[in-house]
């Protein structure tokens, strides 16, 4: 039984074969280069699930399932991207068939990154035992995924609520969300390079700054997230989640500035599976499905 | 088998009988005078409790189970209220004992004012049948309760997330929580009469603007649950949500402006229950807690 868990991030892409215990054994990496479109992404991907099955020497078995964590939103129930923001154009796009196709007999299912996360870190990283948990991605866009009792909370026709985009800020920078000052447009990588291509924030110090910024509207989200969710613990995960050392002071300020009334006083951890929570999710919740 | 619901809140407090079905039979209401201490406000309640079951002709045979809704933070487990805010003053109390001594063999349960109201409008309301349901009730301040199949939604410790203090604008007002420009610093009853109070905000005109700006605050909270929570209906109630015909066309324009990403095409509506919902629903939790 392999399993095969891929992320499509919207600047990286990852395959690995994992284990029935959430253990990655063979991993590879690429650009996503989504501006190529879809068909070309999704070739990359097939190339790169031939590699790591060769290199775990279960080329010729096969993947009984496979578990895709995509950026943006998308519709579990059909497979269906529809991430024109964070996968440089890309149509709505299917993105399950052209895995089943190539896999035939393979479970093969979709889930929104963020919440596939979520469950890579629940089951193997710093989620477990949390009853109420949330996982953030703070990476060229913020993902936002909330589990109870290890089950991906959702929208009762299965969307997912993109909680990235929670406004903070009515006076903040235009995001394509079509708010102002939402969580992505203030504290996302990208909001983080927007932010360093000043010339005149090049410097060391500014780069503090600009993180210090990222910090303190991340911690102004968590709040408003215990405000809503009232959660037991809380990851941050994603490219920009690898900063969270730099970060943690200032989030945690500002969540004590805000603890009167709301639960602030939750754990925020660094995610413990990082860049693999994704493919781990993804490839664990394939599994569930196949019964 | 007699139930009674009282609902205590900053400004008034309400008793009444409530039919297994939840209707209410008969009411009394009074102000909640919350300065003179709690124990002024829970004699006032018994007295109203024996009148309104004098007036139901259910003097002899006493309440079988009283359900108490109650602004602010409450511990549901131990049935004390925290609430030196909205209670003007009022120290930690046991909101639960005096009933249960009064009333000796009846159930009596404790809850926060915005769950029991969700409780009542997805009863008898305008959230029956709502798979995810928020409930905001918009007084002196802001209450929110969500529910999931009519299950009220909380922190794992029992914990109410007091999502009316989610931050909206870090440029916005104090408020006795702690943020600046929470929801209710920007649209709650208090947060009205602090405009009005301004002379130069007395004629209709600025009393429109006054409503308006409201509105648009809370179309923009409402924005950040979908995003969180993803509800299929959000009902408006309380003493101000009785404004919300003046309010609905400038809620429904911001939700509408951030429909990009998060599905915030959900039907907003007026609560039903009006003013009855808090001890309707907790007359209900009560009941339902005799088994």
Redesign the interface.
Known sequence: MTLIGIDIGGTNSRVGTVSPEGRVLVRAAAPTDAARGSAATITTLLDMIHQVLSDSHARLSGPSAIGIAISG?IDVNTGIVSNP?TLGGWPPTDIVSPFRAAFQGAVVIAENDANAAAVGEWRVGVGRGA??FVMVTLGTGIG?G?LVDGQI?????G?????G???????GPSC????KGCWESLASGTALSNRLKDPSHMDRADYSRAIEQIAHWTG?AL??????????AIAIGGGAGAQFDLMKDSISEVMH???????TDVPVLAAQAGDDAGLIGAALLAKDRQG
């Open positions: 939103p923001y009853n109420r936002v909330f909370q959702r929208g009762s026709n969307s997912h609520g993109e909680a985009h929670l406004v903070l800020d009515p006076s394509y969300c079509g708010a102004l709040v408003n997230l215990c405000a809503v969710f009232s959660p037991d500035q805000h603890r009167r009334l709301i639960r």
